[in-house]
């Protein structure tokens, strides 16, 4: 398997970390747990299944997914305000913390407090990685064949 490469169907385990622009990081696996999918099944974003295609073991590659691809383009006064009273009554809220938004049942979406007072508190309601190109370094540490 050593000319092994990435392809549809794969198993893929790689080690990435994810910055936006200003070279902030955003997310990254850790050095003991890689993440692993099968490649085409959609268990991450689309972008990042092509980039790791044809790649062999060991490979590294740095690739940009646009906002468009990703959490799209940020919308201007996309903002909510709400009571502190539906806030935990021990929580101190301050500008640029970011809070779990409940949708639904089950989902949580990611706010930015943008603004406190003593009565409220008001939320971007964008995607806090939203407008922003995200810039993935990615290494495939693990691969098995497709199968028949």
Do not use: W
Not at 116 to 136: C, I, K, S
């Amino acid at each position: 398997m050593p000319n092994t490469r990435v392809a549809e169907g794969c198993i893929v385990k790689v080690h990435y970390i994810g910055r936006i622009g200003n070279g902030e990081i955003f997310d990254a696996t850790r050095e003991d747990q890689p993440v692993e999918f099968r490649v085409g099944s959609g268990q991450v974003m689309r972008e990042f299944e092509e980039a790791v295609l044809g790649m062999a073991l060991d490979e590294e590659k740095i690739f940009a997914v646009p906002p468009e691809k990703a959490y799209g383009q940020k919308k201007e006064n996309f903002e909510q305000t709400i009571p502190r009273s539906e806030l935990p009554a021990d929580y101190v809220p301050e500008v640029g913390h970011i809070l779990g938004r409940k949708e639904g049942k089950n989902i949580l979406t990611p706010v930015r407090i943008k603004g406190v007072t003593d009565r409220t508190v008001t939320v971007d309601l964008n995607h806090p990685l939203a407008g922003e190109t995200l810039y993935f370094h990615l290494k495939v540490v693990g691969l098995s064949e497709p199968e028949e």
